[in-house]
Structure formats: C-alpha cells, structure tokens
C-alpha cells in the first residue's frame, strides 16, 4: 500500500466520520430490529430517524478542524457553511419530500383513484425533524471534542 492512502485513512478527519456515521446507523438498525422485530438492512444505509447520522458527520469534521486547524481558517468556514447546508437540507427539503413521498403512496394504494400500476413503493423516510437533527449534531460536536 502506497503511503498516501496509509495517511489518507489513519486522518482522523476520515476516520472520526466514517466511524460515527457507522456506528449511528448501527444503533438504527439494532433499534428497529427491537422496537419492529424485524431486521431491515436498509437501516444501516437509509436516510432519516434518531438521531441525525449526516448532521453528526459534518458536524464532527466541522468541530475537529476547528479544534486543529483553528476557527480561523478558511477550511474551518468551508466546514461549518457545509455543516449548515446538509443540517437544513436534512430537516427541510428532504423532510418534505418523505412527506410527499408518503401521500402519494397512499394515493397509489387508494382504490379507484388511480389507475397507475407501481412496482415499488416511495421511500417515505428520507428527512429529518428538527429535534432528530439536533440530537445528530449534538453527538457530532461532543466526538469532535472528545477525540
């Protein structure tokens, strides 16, 4: 193995996320298995749910490299605009299209109404609520000073 990419996955910058990301949407998966009894592998790649996966990732890199590259620095600002955009688009744009996407399945399923044959449902979870968001950030910005 070359030795950028032995540097590349030992920054903590890569790892840190990746990690977090991984292990909340392991905790998901397991949480829907007990409350559904049910084990739904989508959990461990799907959007959506408590807490927040994609608003504890930003936020993590955000927090760390503002912690060691300093608040000041233009990589910093990169970080936190980025962090903001994933956390809004989490909890509005992608909210309101899983509200969409659940209508319109129970449009499809309506008898009568319709008549349009579909293969496969919408999927319906794919934002978060505010409080999930939150939460996800919350997790993220506490592994970024921890580590």
């Keep these: 193995m070359s ?25 998901k998966l397991i949480y829907d298995l007990f409350t559904t ?8 790649m799907g959007a959506g749910g408590m ?24 990589i910093f600002a990169l970080s936190f605009i980025l962090a903001a955009v994933v956390m809004y688009d989490a909890c509005g744009i992608r909210r309101a299209a899983g509200k969409q996407a659940t209508l319109l399945n129970k449009l ?3 008898p009568g109404l ?6 496969e449902k919408l999927v319906e979870v794919l ?9 996800g950030a919350l997790i993220g910005l506490v592994v970024g000073v921890i580590v």
Excluded: C
């Design 37 to 44: 009894k049910k084990f739904n592998f989508k959990r461990i």
């Design 51 to 74: 807490p927040s996966s994609h608003s504890a990732v930003v936020v993590s890199l955000a927090t760390l490299i503002g912690k060691y590259e300093g608040v000041n620095s233009p």
């Design 114 to 119: 319709t008549g349009v044959q579909v293969s």
């Design 127 to 135: 934002g978060h609520t505010p409080v999930e968001v939150f939460v």
């Design 108 to 110: 499809i399923e309506t």
């Design 3 to 27: 030795n950028d990419f032995i540097a590349f996955v030992q920054s903590k910058y890569i790892y840190v996320p990746f990690f977090l990301w991984f292990g909340i949407q392991l905790f």
